[in-house]
């Protein structure tokens, strides 16, 4: 099983980027996909979520309104469109999969099989 962040790079304050995330190796359309981010000296954080099922969306709070997270089950790739970025959004983004993930848990890693191995993005003031 293999998931491949990609996207990250360095932005100023208020620029966009969009992050992706192809999985190989599991059935995708079976899995709930998660967004988490981890700064420097900080525990990971979630970010975002989209269920296998129907594509429900979940955000933290930090992430909403700025952040959209969304799938193509056809490119077996989910992605997370940063819009209106901070200094503080800086952090390693990871993706993680959720095998048929439902319910309220998608906030905790504890819920996820399986890893990317992120992605860094940095936001300039």
């Known amino acids: 099983v293999q998931l491949q962040a990609s996207g990250g790079g360095l932005v100023q304050a208020g620029g966009s980027l969009k992050l992706s995330c192809a999985v190989s190796?599991?059935?995708?359309?079976?899995?709930?996909m998660g967004w988490f981010r981890q700064a420097p000296g900080k525990e990971r954080e979630f970010v975002a979520a989209?269920?296998?099922?129907?594509?429900?969306?979940y955000y933290s709070d930090a992430a909403k309104g700025r952040f959209t997270i969304s799938r193509d089950n056809a490119k077996n790739t989910v992605y997370l469109q940063m819009n209106s970025l901070k200094p503080e959004d800086t952090a390693v983004y990871y993706c993680a999969a959720d095998f048929m993930g439902t319910g309220s848990r998608f906030s905790l890693t504890s819920q996820y099989d399986y890893w990317g191995q992120g992605t860094l993005v940095t936001v300039s003031s």
């Open positions: 989209i269920t296998w099922s129907h594509g429900d969306t």
């Open positions: 190796g599991v059935t995708f359309s079976r899995y709930s």
